[in-house]
């Protein structure tokens, strides 16, 4: 795994921070921490290791992302935030793949929530409704149209990628500042898919924490991406986000008439698909329901629900999560290939921050 760097940014969480360099330091894997804390976290010469390098810089997250690439000499790269994993077998699988194919301009693994309830460490699947590209695909045209609304294929923000794919993608995604943090991902899609195409890997596994808040709940992140849309107070930033995936189509070798159609479908379409699937009365009434379950009812009861209550029961709720056992039996049963000491691990540091966090939280009570 020497010939994959792996960018991390972060931003105000050491306890998250020093878990990645617990995990990282136990490969060969080129990391690359980019730290945008108002100081820098101290970090102790014996958690330290040659192939990790922590750079505090501070500066917003696209500024950072930008930089990322005077950092990564590997063929490979890959983005992954400060709170999740790629297991170590998947990263291989894909380096193989990426080696045997050289059609394909990268990878992108199957995604496993994570989270830590009452000292157990669950999981459970996530967007198992991506869709590789079709065999037919094999032109750029034939890619935009799968992938671009009102179709849809998988999404490449953390995908294990070609070095010089990864930068072309990442600083035409992130050059421009937006005040929606969920306008990037659109545009590294729009980016993937002008350049070639990336695949599915099954044994490529992706563990996206839940332990965090979600993006939409921080004021960092400014609007949700219809409110931006919408507002005409950004009707200016939404021209010229406009405009940059034009000029990407153009650039990228598509006909300006095929250009405006395809921008079109990747802007117009996809936000009336937004807000279709926002609208509907069975989502309102589930994100109602969810929100205010998790807010309002009492810890016994939340304990009680989550310790009896069948999984299927649990998915409406949000409180859904399998076992280390179950997961892993899930996963053989559709024939993906995993190293269980590698999903331990996440598992045991998991765990472990858990219980740092909460002594945290009880010392600072306590103050």
Not at 194 to 214: Q, V
């Amino acid at each position: 795994m020497s010939r994959i760097t792996i960018v991390i940014p972060t931003f105000g969480r050491p306890r998250f921070l020093m878990r990645q360099i617990a995990y990282w330091k136990n490969s060969d894997a080129k990391v690359v921490i980019l730290d945008g804390s108002p100081t820098p976290v101290s970090i102790p010469p014996t958690m330290m290791s040659p192939n990790i390098r922590y750079v505090h810089s501070g500066g917003s997250f696209p500024t950072r992302i930008v930089s990322a690439g005077e950092y990564v000499s590997t063929p490979y790269c890959a983005m992954l935030s400060d709170d999740e994993f790629f297991t170590f077998s998947g990263l291989r699988a894909s380096l193989s793949r990426l080696d045997t194919d050289p059609t394909i301009v990268g990878c992108v693994g199957r995604c496993q929530y994570f989270f830590v309830d009452q000292q157990r460490f669950l999981l459970k699947d996530a967007y198992r409704e991506w869709k590789p590209f079709s065999p037919a695909a094999v032109t750029q045209s034939l890619r935009l149209d799968e992938d671009l609304p009102p179709n849809k294929t998988h999404m490449a923000h953390y995908a294990v990628m070609r070095s010089n794919v990864w930068k072309d993608v990442i600083l035409n995604a992130y050059s421009q500042t937006f005040s929606c943090a969920y306008s990037y991902e659109r545009l590294v899609n729009l980016r993937r898919t002008i350049l070639g195409r990336t695949e599915i890997l099954e044994d490529l596994l992706w563990f996206r924490s839940m332990e965090n808040r979600n993006i939409t709940t921080s004021t960092a992140s400014g609007p949700n991406f219809l409110a931006w849309v919408r507002s005409p107070e950004y009707s200016g930033e939404i021209g010229e986000y406009r405009r940059i995936a034009t000029r990407l189509l153009v650039e990228g070798g598509v006909d300006p008439l095929e250009a405006k159609e395809f921008e079109h479908r990747w802007f117009s379409v996809g936000v009336d698909q937004t807000i279709l699937r926002k609208s509907k009365l069975r989502k309102r009434f589930r994100d109602w329901y969810r929100q205010k379950l998790l807010v309002w009812s009492p810890k016994w009861f939340r304990l009680f629900v989550k310790r009896h209550l069948p999984n299927r029961l649990l998915e409406f709720s949000g409180w859904q999560g399998y076992g280390l056992d179950e997961m892993c039996d899930s996963l053989a049963s559709r024939g993906t290939r995993f190293d269980r000491e590698e999903i331990e691990l996440i598992m045991e540091l998991s765990l472990a921050t858990a219980r740092d966090l909460t002594a945290d939280t009880n010392q600072s009570n306590a103050q």
